[in-house]
């Protein structure tokens, strides 16, 4: 199965006090790093964000001007060539390749995992690239949510908790203790 990954790794982590979310650890390993080991079959890596020296074989570039996912992904899918794309998320210190094959094998025209309490994981995605370049070629907003939802993408929960981002402190710390996320926790 032919796919690009395009990780949106340039927020500004403002739950983290600013700090470089990507390059924080957990396992020993970057998260950006895990993301992109989760996806190292894919044809091409495109990061949105700024350049890591772990990841020599990404194409890196920056959404311009700035303005949060939206403008990531339409900068990042500019260089998508493959019929799909994983569109995720810098931040998944759980995500396997297993997670990201069950989601291209379901993306039609998309798919995304749901976590615990049913909620979608835009981040964690996998999506037909014509599918997805037409709806952000009609959309003019700002919200992953307005622009994905009306995909109709698939919902999938699949074990290991491999939706679980590190949003906040508290998060990153339940990452590196091995516990992951606490059901039903707001």
Known sequence: MRYDACVLAGG?????????KPGMSVGGR???E???AAVSDAGRLIVVGPRRPGLPQAVFLR??????????LRAGLAEVTAPL????????PFLAAEHVRALLEAADPGAVLIDDDGREQWLAGAWR???LARALARYDGRSLHGLLAPLAPARLHLGGAPWFDCD???????????TGPIPNEE
């Open 12 to 20: 500004q982590a403002r739950r983290l006090g600013g700090r470089d």
């Open 30 to 32: 970057p998260l950006i």
């Open 34 to 36: 895990t993301v992109a």
């Open 63 to 72: 959404e311009d001007p700035p303005g949060g996912p939206v403008p990531a």
């Open 85 to 92: 794309v994983a569109l995720l998320a810098a931040d998944l």
């Open 129 to 131: 690239t014509a599918e």
């Open 168 to 178: 906040t402190m508290d998060d990153l710390l339940r990452a590196r203790s091995g």
